[in-house]
């Protein structure tokens, strides 16, 4: 693939005995939306968090590799790796700070001090996010006043403050209503231009409707990988078409 910035090389991941990922052999490309899909408990999250690997800090043990653009993330620095790969999970996580605060929490602890920097930071973020408008003049009022769907833009405009390169979701609109799942998608086609965006989702309208790729994984591994029109409409393989009609019914 010419464009690969997230590369795995025969990933495996173990809680304990238990092996929950089996020889994950998988590229990522550069700024398109991938989507993860499969039955629930196949490693759809675990996956996630091994691409940050973020999951040695839930026990998880890794085996195999990880490229990030071509580097082995063994020699990356945990916060380089944080700062690269950002990640947004289903319920939106919000600090219980002002919205001010969430967006400038994480380049402050990264260093950046300067206040007109960090104005623009926080402006230019949350009108990637489409929030902008709806709380500019608001920005002290405490975060978790916002909606629910208010939240979780907030959360990803967070997790942009840091100019991550890939961005993981995790089923970031399952507690969503249609409207502000809409924005989610509309956001995340938009981000696609400066991010690379990897999504795991329950909802394959929804996968139809953003990514380029899709992902079937099952029984922690993969089963087919292809454009959306490959996935849903010729799957190759039995499972995915079992999962398909089983989701579509
Ligand atoms: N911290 C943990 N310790 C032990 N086992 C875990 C842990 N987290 C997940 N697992 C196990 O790993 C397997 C995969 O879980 P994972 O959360 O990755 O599935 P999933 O595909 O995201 O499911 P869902 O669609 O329900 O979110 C499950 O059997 C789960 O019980
Ligand atoms: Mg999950």
């Given amino acids: ?17 238990k092996q929950i990922l089996h020889h994950i052999n998988m590229e990522f490309e550069q700024n398109k939306i991938t989507a993860v899909i499969g039955p ?3 490693g759809k999250s675990t996956l996630l968090k091994a691409l940050n690997r973020t999951v040695e800090e839930y026990g998880g043990k890794i085996n195999g590799k990880i490229f990030l653009s071509d580097e082995d993330t063994d020699d990356i620095p945990f916060n380089r790796l944080r700062k690269s790969i950002g990640m947004v999970f289903q319920t939106p996580v919000v600090f219980p700070f002002s919205i001010y605060k969430n967006m400038t929490y994480a380049p402050i602890y990264y260093g950046e001090k300067n206040k007109a920097k960090l104005n623009e930071i926080v402006t ?14 608001d920005l002290k009022m405490p975060a978790s006043r916002l909606s629910g769907g208010q939240q979780q833009r ?4 967070r997790c942009l403050t840091v100019n991550p390169k890939i961005i993981l979701l995790d089923e970031p609109c399952s507690a969503l209503d249609i409207r502000n799942t809409a924005h989610i998608e509309k956001m ?18 929804q996968a139809k409707r953003i990514a380029d790729f899709v992902i079937f994984m099952d029984e922690g591994k ?3 990988t292809g454009t959306p029109g490959d996935i849903f409409n010729k799957p190759g393989d039995l499972r995915t078409k079992e999962y398909i009609k089983y989701m579509t019914d």
């Fill in 124 to 137: 230019a973020n949350l009108i990637k996010s489409g929030l902008y408008n709806e709380v500019k003049d």
């Fill in 154 to 157: 907030l959360a990803i405009a």
């Fill in 40 to 42: 629930s408990g196949c």
């Fill in 188 to 205: 995340l086609r938009e981000l696609k231009d400066e991010y690379t965006v990897i999504i795991v989702t329950h909802n394959l309208a």
């Fill in 1 to 17: 693939m010419n464009n690969c910035i997230l590369k795995t090389e025969d990933l495996s991941v173990n809680y304990g005995r």
């Fill in 222 to 224: 993969i089963v087919e």
